[in-house]
DNA sequence: CATATGACGACAA
DNA sequence: ATTGTCGCCATAT
């Protein structure tokens, strides 16, 4: 029976990255949050360092919508013009987020978790069908 | 244990 | 608007 004592469990970095990956599945398609948003959500405050981190850990399989993460200022993360920054800025594009001059306008693409908590909330209304 | 690094962020020039 | 600096914090060496 206790053979299997030596399994590992996760690491904290890994549940932390998982935390991570979760909160950034709650970013709706065409909006988009920052690190430092995110890490905020995930429960790890000026932990924005470590969203990026999570995401360069992020196996490939593993269904996120990293392109939704991006700095505050609105700027995709990768050097413009990299393999990734033209990634990123096409799955953008593709979900209606607009890309100006290199940048993303935050006022009107972040996403606003509390606001979309307001239209979830009401669901025992609608749940009764 | 000391440094360096990075898909960041805030702020001063 | 740009650029540089510094703070932050988990990892890597």
Same mark, same amino acid.
């Given at each position: 029976?206790?053979?299997?004592?030596?399994?590992?469990?996760?690491?904290?970095?890994?549940?932390?990255? %998982?935390? *991570? =990956?979760?909160?950034?599945?709650?970013?709706?398609?065409?909006?988009?949050?920052?690190?430092?948003?995110?890490?905020? *959500?995930?429960?790890?405050?000026?932990?924005?360092?470590?969203?990026?981190?999570? @995401? $360069?850990? +992020?196996?490939?399989?593993?269904?996120?919508?990293?392109?939704?993460?991006?700095?505050?200022?609105? $700027?995709?993360?990768? %050097?413009?013009?990299?393999?990734?920054?033209? %990634?990123?800025?096409?799955? @953008?594009?593709?979900?209606?987020?607009?890309?100006?001059?290199? $940048?993303?306008?935050?006022?009107?693409?972040? =996403?606003?978790?509390? @606001?979309?908590? +307001? @239209?979830?909330?009401?669901?025992?209304? =609608?749940? %009764?069908?």
């Amino acid at each position: 029976m206790g053979y299997k004592k030596t399994m590992p469990e996760k690491s904290a970095t890994q549940k932390r990255n %998982e935390r *991570i =990956w979760q909160a950034i599945c709650d970013i709706p398609s065409g909006n988009v949050a920052s690190y430092g948003q995110i890490a905020d *959500i995930a429960g790890i405050p000026r932990g924005a360092r470590q969203v990026g981190y999570a @995401l $360069r850990q +992020l196996p490939r399989g593993r269904e996120v919508p990293w392109q939704r993460v991006i700095t505050s200022t609105g $700027r995709i993360a990768f %050097e413009a013009g990299s393999r990734q920054f033209r %990634e990123q800025a096409k799955r @953008l594009r593709a979900e209606g987020v607009i890309i100006k001059n290199g $940048r993303v306008d935050m006022h009107r693409f972040r =996403w606003q978790p509390d @606001l979309d908590e +307001l @239209l979830w909330k009401p669901s025992a209304t =609608w749940d %009764e069908r």
